[in-house]
């Protein structure tokens, strides 16, 4: 089973970017899908991103397309997300996760979380 311990969060302003990332305690790094949602509180974990087994194919949500960039790096077992010209409705704990399933976007289809990393952003 892969451990994830996702960082990089913090407090900004709007329009400033924040770069987050996903360390993968596994040996078989490449045989899963990550992906990162996020929640706020009172609302169900909302897919934000996903990257392919070897970063060919990525999928955003329609809130973040154009600002936000999902990549990796298999050879150090991460996955990034870097967060560009962000606004208060990003404000949110973000959460890298792990899946077998191409393209999912469900929060069911992932087997492995992080504990997550608060992105806070002010206008």
């Known amino acids: 089973q892969v451990q994830l311990v996702d960082s990089g969060g913090g407090s900004v302003q709007t329009g400033d970017s924040l770069r987050l990332s996903c360390a993968a305690t596994t040996s078989t790094f490449n045989h899963y899908i990550m992906g990162w949602f996020r929640r706020v509180p009172g609302k169900e974990r909302e897919f934000v991103s996903a990257?392919?087994?070897?970063?060919?194919?990525?999928w955003y949500s329609d809130s973040v397309k154009g600002r936000f960039a999902i990549s990796r790096d298999n050879g150090q077992n991460t996955v990034y997300l870097q967060m560009n010209n962000l606004t208060p409705e990003d404000t949110a704990v973000y959460y890298c996760?792990?899946?077998?399933?191409?393209?999912?976007?469900?929060?069911?289809?992932?087997?492995?979380w992080g504990q997550g990393t608060q992105v806070t952003v002010s206008s």
């Open positions: 996760a792990a899946t077998r399933r191409p393209a999912a976007t469900a929060e069911s289809d992932y087997l492995a």
């Open positions: 990257i392919s087994f070897h970063g060919g194919d990525t």
